[in-house]
């Protein structure tokens, strides 16, 4: 029988963490037929013996590689059998019924093909939960001082994606730390491109899954505590993929023969003034830019 919902959770050496948040999922959901995916992307932790003592239950996928948050992602998304696929952070709580409530929410609009709930942080403060994609025109007008003369536009580019005024509304796309999908919209759109390692994988996933019809949603009655920075990071490395990730957004969404040099010229001009704070990280993206070899839209 099909699940109403797979759960995926990518653990890199978070093993503690990923414990707390199957925890959460046990206690918090009810009244829906789901099953767990967790995926190790290569961090080998121990997490495979911890599932096999304590949740016996869970389904378990070791990576030989850690090749980033959509690649680890798509190991399971490939193989689950569910009406819906929910990617959750390891590193979250849940507050309530959240998953359930996500799945009614997706069941109430054959076209909802993506949505998630609200995040909050250990205070119980609204942190970022959605996003919007900006195009060419708001990446011009941000990399130079031209915002005053575009209102509109810099207002969402101040959208920090908190949902403060606990709305449901339509958005670009929901964060990665608690998003659902349709199956449905998954088999049209693909799964995550996984020349991204980490940041806004989600967001240019969202983005062909509107381009497929479907509608993408914040529904507030979703309630997540998202615990912050508990991963490991490195500081240079994680600047690169940040920027890295950034070009591939506009890049593969935006990206045609035409203005590909006006993309490149607008993230050069807006990496300049960061050359002397972050220089290792700007010339692995000037030379990730100049080795490009994806195909234009």
Request: glycine content about 6%; charged content about 30%.
């Amino acid at each position: 029988m099909q699940k109403d919902v797979s759960i995926i959770l990518v653990n890199y050496k978070t093993k503690d963490l990923t414990k707390q948040c199957i925890e959460s999922i046990y206690e918090k959901t009810k009244d829906l037929n789901f099953d767990i995916y967790v995926v190790d992307n290569a961090s080998y932790d121990g997490i495979d013996e911890l599932l096999k003592q304590e949740f016996p239950d869970v389904k378990f996928i070791q990576s030989d590689v850690n090749d980033g948050f959509g690649a680890g992602n798509n190991h399971a998304l490939r193989v689950f059998d569910a009406k819906y696929a929910f990617l959750l952070n390891t590193d979250t709580i849940l507050i309530n019924n959240a998953i359930k409530i996500l799945y009614d929410f997706m069941e109430s609009d054959p076209m909802m093909g993506a949505a998630g709930g609200n995040l909050y942080d250990e205070n119980n403060k609204n942190i970022h939960s959605y996003g919007n994609i900006f195009d060419l025109t708001d990446l011009f007008i941000k990399t130079f001082p031209l915002r005053i003369f575009f209102p509109k536009r810099f207002k969402k580019m101040k959208d920090r994606g908190e949902n403060k005024n606990n709305e449901c509304k339509s958005v670009d796309f929901i964060t990665g730390a608690d998003v659902m999908l349709r199956k449905e919209a998954l088999d049209k759109a693909g799964f995550f491109d996984e020349r991204f390692f980490m940041y806004s994988e989600e967001a240019e996933l969202q983005y062909r899954i509107k381009k497929a019809g479907y509608k993408i949603f914040i529904t507030p009655e979703a309630k997540i505590i998202h615990l912050h920075n508990k991963s490991p990071k490195k500081r240079e490395r994680m600047y690169f993929e940040f920027l890295k990730s950034k070009y591939l957004l506009f890049r593969l969404c935006y990206g045609t023969k035409q203005n590909l040099w006006f993309i490149k010229m607008l993230l050069y001009a807006g990496c300049i003034g960061k050359i002397f704070s972050h220089r290792e990280a700007i010339c692995n993206l000037f030379s990730f830019i100049a080795k490009d070899k994806i195909e234009e839209n």
